[in-house]
């Protein structure tokens, strides 16, 4: 298999791979914390945060690692910037970290993290695995800030807490509801899949 | 060395300075992570005693704190009863501002609540809720207005609006206060607020 670019690195975890809507991981958070914009972008810099730098941190020790300790190795590694990410938030973005609950303890157990750390940081150069976690969070959190705008504005008719939909429109209360993300993850998966398969379908025929 | 040996001097060494690190971040942001709790207690207190420009706890027990409300010259306001019970999903702490007299609500702020997002949660809602406690006559036990009253003005001295869809969370509000306002009338009778200066 050919080595990708540096850009196809980074653009992969955007749309082919797209943690949420292609490779399905880390829903919980996504359907926990999209219920309003500010919480995505909080969530989505603590998962940045942690991602870029135990994808920097695997791939330095990735050769020092012995194969049957690998899983641990790295789980106290992501553990410990988690629980940097969490103390910081409480400390000096208190009304974040109230409103993020225990999401931000939880980044330990999201999937894109140990699944990026265990297929692609432990296999690759640490430049490239920093391209390939930023690609990652860039994907993350555009679909967790799609997701939040789309939810608070037709849950709550605001956007980042500034109200834009006048009194006239009633709220669908359902879309800050669990139910409410469920149905929203599973049209954004709809359209992209939808997309995807218009663009491929165009590049078979010359 | 050997696999087994450097199974265990990785691990080791990754738990160590995880550990170590850690200790590190922890020291350096736990002051701050306290204050902010404090700090966040105390501005409450100051927000619903309107007027009031300095707060002292002056009584605490599990799930419930006094602080005195004094304006900038030293004169008693009233004070802020922190309290705490259950909702529709978890704890509710509030904080409810009463005049000296304790027979006055001058107002009231949530302070942690997790209940449902769009329903319960508008509890912390100035407008849908809040506003409509400000100036309640506290000697009686106070009541929920249910269906809700758009007008503050056409709810009797001792009514509150409830939330529309929401009328477990509104009662355990107000269930809330109506104990914390007891709890502080008992301190009252056996001298333990400071009184009318």
């Given at each position: 298999?050919?080595q990708?670019?540096?850009r196809?690195?980074?653009?992969?975890?955007?749309?082919d791979?797209n943690?949420v809507t292609r490779?399905?991981l880390?829903?919980?958070?996504v359907?926990a914390?999209?219920n309003?914009?500010?919480?995505?972008?909080?969530?989505g810099?603590?998962v940045?945060?942690?991602?870029v730098?135990?994808?920097?941190l695997?791939?330095?020790?990735?050769?020092?690692?012995?194969?049957?300790v690998r899983i641990a190795?790295?789980?106290v590694?992501?553990?410990?910037?988690?629980t940097i990410?969490d103390?910081?938030l409480?400390?000096?973005f208190?009304?974040?970290?109230k409103?993020?609950g225990?999401?931000?303890?939880l980044?330990v157990?999201n999937?894109?993290i140990?699944g990026r750390?265990?297929?692609?940081a432990?296999?690759n150069?640490?430049?490239r695995?920093?391209?390939?976690?930023?690609g990652?969070?860039a994907?993350?959190?555009?679909?967790?800030?799609?997701?939040?705008?789309i939810?608070e504005l037709?849950?709550?008719?605001?956007?980042?807490?500034?109200q834009?939909?006048?009194r006239?429109?009633?709220p669908w209360v359902v879309?800050l509801?669990p139910?409410?993300?469920?149905?929203?993850?599973g049209?954004?998966i709809a359209?992209?899949n939808?997309?995807?398969?218009?663009?491929?379908?165009?590049q078979?025929?010359? | 060395?050997?696999?087994?040996?450097?199974?265990i001097?990785?691990l080791?060494a990754?738990?160590?300075?995880?550990?170590?690190?850690?200790?590190?971040v922890g020291q350096?942001?736990?002051e701050?992570?306290i204050?902010?709790?404090?700090?966040?207690i105390?501005?409450?207190?100051l927000?619903?005693?309107p007027?009031?420009?300095s707060?002292?706890?002056?009584y605490?027990?599990?799930?419930?704190?006094v602080?005195?409300?004094?304006d900038?010259?030293?004169?008693?306001?009233?004070?802020?009863?922190?309290?705490?019970?259950t909702g529709f999903?978890?704890?509710?702490?509030l904080?409810?501002g009463?005049?000296?007299?304790?027979t006055?609500?001058l107002?009231l702020t949530i302070i942690e609540?997790?209940?449902?997002p769009?329903?319960g949660?508008?509890i912390?809602?100035?407008?849908?809720?809040?506003?409509?406690?400000?100036?309640?006559?506290?000697?009686?036990e106070?009541?929920?207005?249910?269906p809700?009253?758009e007008d503050p003005?056409a709810?009797?001295?001792?009514?509150?609006?409830?939330?529309?869809g929401?009328?477990?969370?509104?009662?355990a509000?107000?269930?809330?206060?109506n104990?914390?306002i007891?709890?502080?009338?008992q301190?009252?009778?056996?001298?333990?607020l400071?009184?009318i200066?």
């Open positions: 298999m050919a990708k670019t540096i196809q690195e980074f653009f992969k975890g955007l749309w791979e943690p490779q399905l880390g829903l919980c958070s359907l914390v999209s309003a914009v500010i919480n995505g972008i909080a969530m810099l603590a940045t945060f942690v991602l730098f135990s994808a920097l695997v791939s330095l020790i990735r050769k020092i690692v012995p194969n049957q190795s790295f789980i590694i992501i553990a410990s910037f988690v990410a103390r910081v409480a400390a000096y208190p009304q974040l970290s409103a993020m225990p999401y931000v303890p980044i157990v999937c894109i140990l750390a265990e297929a692609f432990s296999k150069k640490v430049g695995a920093i391209i390939d976690a930023l990652m969070s994907g993350y959190v555009l679909t967790l800030l799609l997701m939040g705008f939810r037709l849950g709550n008719r605001t956007f980042l807490g500034a834009i939909l006048g006239w429109f009633e879309m509801l139910p409410g993300a469920f149905i929203m993850l049209l954004i359209v992209s939808l997309i995807d398969f218009k663009i491929k379908e165009r078979k025929q010359p | 060395m050997n696999l087994s040996t450097r199974m001097v990785v080791t990754v738990g160590l300075l995880s550990g170590s690190f850690l200790a590190i350096v942001t736990k701050r992570i204050f902010n709790k404090r700090h966040e105390e501005m409450a207190a927000k619903v005693v007027g009031a420009s707060v002292k706890m002056i605490e027990e599990r799930d419930f704190a602080f005195e409300d004094r900038e010259a030293g004169n008693l306001l009233g004070y802020a009863l922190q309290a705490a019970g999903q978890d704890k509710i702490v904080e409810i009463v005049n000296a007299e304790l006055t609500i107002g609540q997790k209940e449902t769009g329903l949660a508008k912390t809602s100035e407008e849908d809720f809040l506003r409509y406690w400000q100036n309640r006559d506290c000697t009686k106070l009541t929920l207005r249910k809700p009253v003005g709810l009797a001295s001792n009514e509150v609006n409830a939330i529309t929401a009328t477990i969370s509104s009662r509000v107000l269930n809330i206060v104990e914390a007891k709890k502080a009338r301190l009252q009778t056996e001298g333990k400071s009184g200066n």
